[in-house]
Every structure is written in structure tokens, then in C-alpha cells.
């Protein structure tokens, strides 16, 4: 009898030290949403949701291939012209996932660029073909979308047989294409359908700004007019932060957040002329572009801190594009922050 009422307490206490299994929503509270698989963290973490780029806030990087320089004019150098420093291996792991590439031909190979205008002053920054490389090695293994905004051709277009063939030969069936009419506007499409979780490589999105017409052939191609991302916002010409910060915040007032188009604020301090002459004296200048870019994006988290506290910033309204001028993972932790608010 001593023996059974022993082994009685012992089921009791087992019974009682099993631990409660964890329901569906605090499963996917667990999910790391971390910079380099952003996305798809995301879509897991909160998978009862139907989640569109209308959305999310997204960190993009503005002329993001020139983390080197090359070819320069006279002139011209890192001080104005350098608009980033992480290869772009780098900024897809940091979080990045637009970006603002400006392609050309120059010595019978594609670079990006940061000039003045086509043949005018400026800079090249690295060779596309390294760039898509990179991109597609990460998508490889990285189930994300990222979008590559293309403008700005010079000695070339978007046409242009090589440089399709380019593209074609790196990304293949990664490049994302519509094959199907919807009738929903892309910022609202669900994010899984396009990134399925079950897939473990990612897309790239092609957008040609306005040299490529809204068709059907054309979106079928994977090539995209940048009506597909109707944007409130944008840049600015701001040549201080001080000026940078009244004029993106007007911006953002005026924002009306309908999901028809999404919210950009260009985070980037564009330097006038007097700032870039000033570099070719002096390539260390307190007006770099590198040293506003890295004043400006220090300020960035207090500032959303107040667009939160006043509500501007809240569940329903969020800015959903980002654009940095040396941009790195910090500049995605903000925007890590604010798809909490907007998913929770």
C-alpha cells in the first residue's frame, strides 16, 4: 500500500512539472526577425496576416553601388561622391532591400554612377556585374525580395541587348515576374505569394522608373514601370539636416495614407554646389557626403521617437520606404521598429 501511495505522489508531481504547450500566437511571437532574412521572419512571425509592402517600413540604399569610386572626373572623389561603404553583399545582409542603382556604359563596361549628369562630373562606382553577382549569391539562400531600382542610363538604356542579357544569365527565374493579370495593386499583393516561406531563394524586382511602358508583356518579362510603386514623399534637394528634416517631415503631414501608395522618406543630404567644390580643397570636409549622411542618420531614431509619442506614427500609418545615404543595419533596426507598431 506504502508503495502504491509513493508512486502516486510521483505521477502527481510529473503531472504537475509538464510544461504547458505553447499555442499558435506565442509560436510565432518566437520567431528572430533578424536584418538578413527580415522579410521572411516576418512573414513567419506573424502568419495569420496577409502582408504587403503597404505594410512594412523598408530601408533602401540611395546610389547604392557607389561604395567604391572609379573613373572619377575632375574634381570629383569620396568626398562628393561616395554615397555608401558596405559592398553590396554587405547591405543585403545588413537589411537593405531597395536599391537605387544608376547604371552606364563606360570603357565597354557596365558601371553604376553618381555624376552631375550624363558626361558631366562625378564619379563611377562598381562594375553591375559584381553587384548582381552578390545580389544573386544572396538570394541563393536568403528567401527575401529585393527590389533594384533602375534610372538614370547613360550610354546605354534599359534595353539594351548586353545588359538584359546580363541580368537574364545572373538571376534567371529569380528575376520576379507577373505572369497572371491581378486585379489588386502590387504594394497591396500578399508578400507570401511572391516570397513563398516554403521557398528558400529569394526574387529581384526590376523597376525602370518611367522608360519602360505598364504592360502586360512587359510585367510578364519581369519588367516594371515605377508606377508599380506610386510614392508619396521622395526627395527633397536638401543641403543641410536641418532643412532635410523640416522639409521630410512637411512631407510625412501631408502623407494620406490610403494604401494606394506608399510613404519614401529620402533620408539623404544632397550636397549644393559650394559643399562639393569645397571637397576637391579639402576631401576631408565636414560637408561630405559621409559625414551629413552619418549626422542625419544618427538623428533619425529620436525623430521617429516623436512621430510615435504624437501618434503620427502609429498602427495603420507608417513611412514605408526609407532611402539612406550610407546605409547599414541600424537604419534597418528603425525599420525593424516601426513594422512592430504596424503589426502587432
Same mark, same amino acid.
Given at each position: 500500500?506504502?508503495?502504491?501511495?509513493?508512486?502516486?505522489?510521483?505521477?502527481?508531481?510529473?503531472?504537475?512539472?509538464?510544461?504547458?504547450?505553447?499555442?499558435?500566437?506565442?509560436?510565432?511571437?518566437?520567431?528572430?526577425?533578424?536584418?538578413?532574412?527580415?522579410?521572411?521572419?516576418?512573414?513567419?512571425?506573424?502568419?495569420?496576416?496577409?502582408?504587403?509592402?503597404?505594410?512594412?517600413?523598408?530601408?533602401?540604399?540611395?546610389?547604392?553601388?557607389?561604395?567604391?569610386?572609379?573613373?572619377?572626373?575632375?574634381?570629383?572623389?569620396?568626398?562628393?561622391?561616395?554615397?555608401?561603404?558596405?559592398?553590396?553583399?554587405?547591405?543585403?545582409?545588413?537589411?537593405?532591400?531597395?536599391?537605387?542603382?544608376?547604371?552606364?556604359?563606360?570603357?565597354?563596361?557596365?558601371?553604376?554612377?553618381?555624376?552631375?549628369?550624363?558626361?558631366?562630373?562625378?564619379?563611377?562606382?562598381?562594375?553591375?556585374?559584381?553587384?548582381?553577382?552578390?545580389?544573386?549569391?544572396?538570394?541563393?539562400?536568403?528567401?527575401?525580395?529585393?527590389?533594384?531600382?533602375?534610372?538614370?542610363?547613360?550610354?546605354?538604356?534599359?534595353?539594351?541587348?548586353?545588359?538584359?542579357?546580363?541580368?537574364?544569365?545572373?538571376?534567371?527565374?529569380?528575376?520576379?515576374?507577373?505572369?497572371?493579370?491581378?486585379?489588386?495593386?502590387?504594394?497591396?499583393?500578399?508578400?507570401?505569394?511572391?516570397?513563398?516561406?516554403?521557398?528558400?531563394?529569394?526574387?529581384?524586382?526590376?523597376?525602370?522608373?518611367?522608360?519602360?511602358?505598364?504592360?502586360?508583356? !512587359?510585367?510578364? $518579362?519581369? @519588367? +516594371?514601370?515605377? &508606377?508599380?510603386?506610386?510614392? #508619396?514623399?521622395?526627395?527633397?534637394?536638401?543641403?543641410? *539636416?536641418?532643412?532635410?528634416?523640416?522639409?521630410?517631415?512637411?512631407?510625412?503631414?501631408?502623407?494620406? !495614407?490610403?494604401? $494606394?501608395? @506608399? +510613404?519614401?522618406? &529620402?533620408?539623404?543630404?544632397? #550636397?549644393?554646389?559650394?559643399?562639393?567644390?569645397?571637397? *576637391?580643397?579639402?576631401?576631408?570636409?565636414?560637408?561630405?557626403?559621409?559625414?551629413?549622411?552619418?549626422?542625419?542618420?544618427?538623428?533619425?531614431?529620436?525623430?521617429?521617437?516623436?512621430?510615435?509619442?504624437?501618434?503620427?506614427?502609429?498602427?495603420?500609418?507608417?513611412?514605408?520606404?526609407?532611402?539612406?545615404?550610407?546605409?547599414?543595419?541600424?537604419?534597418?533596426?528603425?525599420?525593424?521598429?516601426?513594422?512592430?507598431?504596424?503589426?502587432?
Amino acid at each position: 500500500m506504502h508503495t502504491r501511495f509513493t508512486f502516486f505522489l510521483i505521477v502527481l508531481f510529473l503531472i504537475s512539472c509538464k510544461k504547458e504547450s505553447p499555442s499558435p500566437a506565442r509560436t510565432r511571437a518566437e520567431v528572430s526577425v533578424t536584418p538578413e532574412n527580415w522579410m521572411r521572419s516576418t512573414l513567419l512571425k506573424y502568419s495569420g496576416q496577409d502582408i504587403a509592402l503597404a505594410d512594412l517600413a523598408v530601408p533602401g540604399s540611395h546610389d547604392a553601388g557607389l561604395y567604391v569610386t572609379n573613373l572619377c572626373s575632375f574634381g570629383a572623389n569620396s568626398c562628393n561622391t561616395q554615397t555608401q561603404y558596405l559592398p553590396m553583399k554587405q547591405q543585403l545582409e545588413a537589411g537593405i532591400r531597395i536599391f537605387d542603382l544608376r547604371p552606364c556604359l563606360a570603357n565597354g563596361k557596365y558601371f553604376t554612377q553618381h555624376v552631375t549628369d550624363c558626361g558631366g562630373l562625378g564619379c563611377k562606382g562598381d562594375l553591375l556585374t559584381n553587384i548582381f553577382t552578390q545580389t544573386n549569391d544572396f538570394l541563393n539562400n536568403h528567401g527575401e525580395l529585393v527590389i533594384y531600382h533602375l534610372t538614370h542610363f547613360c550610354g546605354m538604356n534599359y534595353n539594351d541587348s548586353a545588359f538584359m542579357n546580363l541580368l537574364t544569365r545572373t538571376f534567371g527565374d529569380k528575376i520576379y515576374k507577373e505572369t497572371s493579370v491581378s486585379s489588386i495593386p502590387f504594394i497591396q499583393q500578399p508578400l507570401r505569394n511572391i516570397i513563398p516561406t516554403s521557398v528558400n531563394t529569394g526574387k529581384v524586382m526590376l523597376i525602370f522608373d518611367d522608360d519602360v511602358s505598364n504592360t502586360a508583356t !512587359n510585367r510578364a $518579362n519581369g @519588367l +516594371f514601370a515605377g &508606377s508599380i510603386l506610386p510614392i #508619396q514623399g521622395g526627395w527633397t534637394n536638401s543641403h543641410s *539636416f536641418a532643412d532635410l528634416k523640416v522639409r521630410q517631415l512637411a512631407n510625412y503631414a501631408d502623407f494620406v !495614407n490610403d494604401r $494606394n501608395s @506608399l +510613404f519614401q522618406f &529620402s533620408w539623404q543630404v544632397t #550636397q549644393d554646389e559650394t559643399q562639393a567644390i569645397t571637397c *576637391f580643397f579639402s576631401p576631408t570636409s565636414q560637408t561630405s557626403i559621409e559625414n551629413m549622411a552619418i549626422y542625419a542618420n544618427k538623428q533619425l531614431p529620436a525623430i521617429l521617437d516623436t512621430l510615435i509619442m504624437n501618434n503620427d506614427i502609429t498602427k495603420g500609418r507608417i513611412p514605408n520606404i526609407i532611402y539612406f545615404d550610407f546605409a547599414d543595419e541600424a537604419g534597418t533596426q528603425q525599420c525593424l521598429r516601426l513594422n512592430s507598431i504596424n503589426l502587432e
